[in-house]
Each structure stands twice: as C-alpha cells, then as structure tokens.
T-cell receptor
Framework: QKEVEQNSGPLSVPEGAIASLNCTYS??????FFWYRQYSGKSPELIMS????GDKEDGRFTAQLNKASQYVSLLIRDSQPSDSATYLC??????????FGSGTKLNVKP | EAQVTQNPRYLITVTGKKLTVTCSQN?????MSWYRQDPGLGLRQIYY???????DKGDVPEGYKVSRKEKRNFPLILESPSPNQTSLYFC???????????????FGPGTRLTVL
C-alpha cells in the first residue's frame, strides 16, 4: 500500500464549477498536510497547508482534513482554466519524513 | 529574491559518465532534499539533509550520492549514471520550525536529465 494515494485523473470540470480533489494516506501518525500545484514541466508550488481536523479556506481554495478517516481534500471553487494543473498531496509523517502522492491532473474546460 | 537554484536545467549524458547537479538556496534553510519525478510515480525522495554534514537516504537512494558541506548547497552526484536515472530532478529546501520539525518545502526549477 502506498503511503499517499491520489486518483491520477484527469478530472475534468467546466469553468466556474467546483473541483474536488481527494487524497488518502496510510500513516495515522501523519502530522502536517499540504497541497501543491504543478504545471507541466514546472516545479511544485504550495497552495494550501492544513494541520488540524476541519476546513481551512483561502480565497477560492478550501482544504479539508479528516484524520479519523485518513483523508485530506482540496476544493477549488469557481474553477478557472488557469487552475488546470496537477495537484500533489504532500504530508509529513514524522519530524523529518515526507511523502508525496503521485498527483491528480485537473482540466478546467472553458 | 528568495529562491532555490539548480544547475544545469537540462543535461544529456551517456552511461557511466559522472555528473553533478548543483542546488543552492539563499533562505538559510536547514532542511534540503532531492526528489526525482517520473510519470505515474510522482515525486520520490532520493536523499535529504537536516543540516550541514547531516544527510540521510530517502526512498530511492541507489545510484546517487550527496554532500552538505555548506548550509546553502546540496549537490546531487551520479557516479555512474544509467538510463534508468533518466528523470526530472527537483531540489527543495525547508526552514526548521520552532519545535524542530519541517513543513513547507520550496522547490528549485528542476533539472531534466537524459542518460543515453
């Protein structure tokens, strides 16, 4: 079992819709959770971090964490074509150990 | 400008010819790490370093070496590259938090390596 699981997609949504990206993880001791966005051929960039159960909102982005069910999700409201990218789920399982998911490709259609 | 730099950005080489990919950060970060990214496999950690002279293996260290003689630099060395090391490589750094752990990572622009 992989430490971090993401559906590879592609996830296609129309412009203006809500895109929902999900990530599950296996290590119950995971402590910090991040979502990175990566455009093709570019480096990952952080868009959200979340550390405790519940929702965290930042502009059009909302991260949701449920440690009991071991999943973390990212909602993108009012999706734009510029949101088309691969979204990487990233988590810290110990003080210096990190894992990345393989990413979900999002296509936002105009 | 705060950044992580990598050189070269693109490299085509032949099997067995030693190469070094440099990584440098100007943010005074303690933690640095190397990843490789392959289609369908995501980012896999090769080596990481928590501070000067402190390095440790990640998930895919075979065929790679690193060193951390200065805080800002963390070069990746391929002593005898092979075609299965053809990949996109990223260096990343992270500041140490007050509790001693690390969180957000800042990535370099990537190095696309092809080994023939």
């Amino acid at each position: 079992q992989k430490e971090v699981e993401q559906n590879s997609g592609p996830l296609s949504v129309p412009e203006g819709a809500i895109a929902s990206l999900n990530c599950t993880y296996s290590d119950r001791g995971s402590q910090s959770f991040f979502w990175y966005r990566q455009y093709s051929g570019k480096s990952p960039e952080l868009i959200m971090s979340i550390y405790s159960n519940g929702d965290k909102e930042d502009g059009r982005f909302t991260a949701q964490l449920n440690k009991a069910s071991q999943y973390v999700s990212l909602l993108i409201r009012d999706s734009q074509p510029s949101d088309s990218a691969t979204y990487l789920c990233h988590l810290r399982v110990s003080f210096n150990k990190f894992y990345f998911g393989s990413g979900t490709k999002l296509n936002v259609k105009p | 400008e705060a950044q992580v730099t990598q050189n070269p950005r693109y490299l085509i080489t032949v099997t067995g010819k030693k190469l070094t990919v440099t990584c440098s950060q100007n943010m005074n970060h303690e933690y640095m790490s190397w990843y490789r990214q392959d289609p369908g496999l995501g980012l896999r950690q090769i080596y990481y370093s928590m501070n000067v002279e402190v390095t440790d293996k990640g998930d895919v260290p075979e065929g790679y070496k690193v060193s951390r003689k200065e805080k800002r630099n963390f070069p990746l060395i391929l002593e005898s590259p092979s075609p299965n090391q053809t990949s996109l490589y990223f260096c990343a750094s992270s500041p140490r938090l007050a509790g001693g752990s690390y969180n957000e990572q800042f990535f370099g622009p990537g190095t696309r390596l092809t080994v023939l």
